[in-house]
């Protein structure tokens, strides 16, 4: 077998926010009725997290799941048990409208930790990230500078960033360039 | 800057995170509909200053398109709405004619 390396193999700008890309990490792709019990159960086995409501992520260590849209959600897993984690997908779903799909080589995960990660993404992205509206467990796609990435907070003082991978170098040295010129001050 | 809710997952998505899919409400001609209704369907467009109907799909965030009620010379937004609909829901209808009464677009009034 290939031996797999992450998009910038744990990279570290470190500061007062440090920027740290997280190395390889299993993402799933899955698509269908978020409704179908079928579906969140075998969600509950994989990750062994809480089902996300709208516009929600909950993580706990290697393992989440993340409200990507109406239809979608992105299963977290360590690296090496994503293969093993669509086998379980695919066998309860089969025959159920859905799609699964083992994106964890296509996407990069960058970390964004320190006191002021919120003005960090703040300055980058065209989010509402005041505190009253953007909370720890709180997920969200949209863009950072000139490319599409999606994060959620894991905790006051860490972000999670998922890009594509073939701008996981952009969107690196754009997140340590906002890290580096420090915090904005306006949400104190 | 235009900042549209969307329906679909509950953000409010900057101009930036969003594509503009041009008017909404266009009744599709196909095979065997008459050369004039078929140019109608493919070119003729409304041009309104004022009330405007469009769609929009949310790109950056999650993918689905939408609909939107607002008004080109102000950029007042009056709402958004899901896109499986023939026409507006009359609660925004109802909001159109609260802020410009006597409006109308196309055939909705």
């Given at each position: 077998m290939s031996n797999a390396v992450s998009a910038l193999q744990g990279r570290t700008a470190p500061g007062e926010v440090t920027i740290r890309e997280a190395g390889l990490r299993g993402m799933i792709i899955l698509r269908g009725d978020l409704a179908d019990k079928k579906l969140r159960k075998v969600c509950a086995d994989v990750t062994s997290v809480k089902f996300p409501d709208q516009g929600q992520a909950n993580s706990e260590g290697d393992k989440g799941l993340c409200w990507m849209s109406p239809d979608?959600?992105?299963?977290?897993?360590?690296?090496?048990?994503a293969a093993d984690a669509i086998a379980k997908i695919d066998a309860k779903l089969a025959g159920t409208h859905y799609l699964a799909e083992n994106v964890s080589d296509a996407r990069a995960v960058i970390l964004v930790e320190g006191a002021f990660c919120r003005d960090v993404i703040a300055k980058l992205a065209p989010a509402d990230l005041h505190p009253d509206s953007f909370k720890p467990g709180d997920f969200r796609r949209t863009r950072l500078g000139q490319v599409a990435a999606a994060?959620?907070?894991?905790?006051?003082?860490?972000?999670?960033?998922?890009?594509?991978?073939?701008?996981?170098?952009?969107?690196?040295?754009?997140?340590?360039?906002?890290?580096?010129?420090?915090?904005?001050?306006?949400?104190? | 800057m235009l900042i549209l809710h969307c329906p679909c997952c509950g953000v409010d998505a900057d101009e930036t995170d969003l594509h503009a899919g041009g008017q909404a409400h266009l009744k599709r001609e196909g095979p065997g509909s008459s050369d004039d209704d078929f140019e109608d369907y493919l070119f003729m467009r409304e041009n309104p200053k004022g009330v405007h109907f469009e769609r929009w799909r949310h790109v950056y965030g999650c993918g689905k398109w939408f609909h939107a009620a607002r008004c080109t010379s102000t950029l007042e937004v009056f709402g958004?709405?899901?896109?499986?609909?023939?026409?507006?829901?009359?609660?925004?209808?109802?909001?159109?004619?609260?802020?410009?009464?006597?409006?109308?677009?196309?055939?909705f009034q």
């Open positions: 979608e959600l992105l299963v977290l897993v360590p690296y090496t048990e994060f959620w907070m894991r905790d006051e003082d860490t972000f999670e960033v998922i890009c594509f991978r073939s701008v996981a170098e952009y969107t690196f040295d754009l997140l340590a360039m906002s890290a580096k010129s420090g915090e904005v001050g306006h949400f104190a | 958004t709405y899901p896109a499986q609909t023939l026409e507006p829901p009359q609660e925004i209808k109802d909001k159109i004619s609260a802020k410009r009464p006597g409006w109308s677009w196309g055939t």
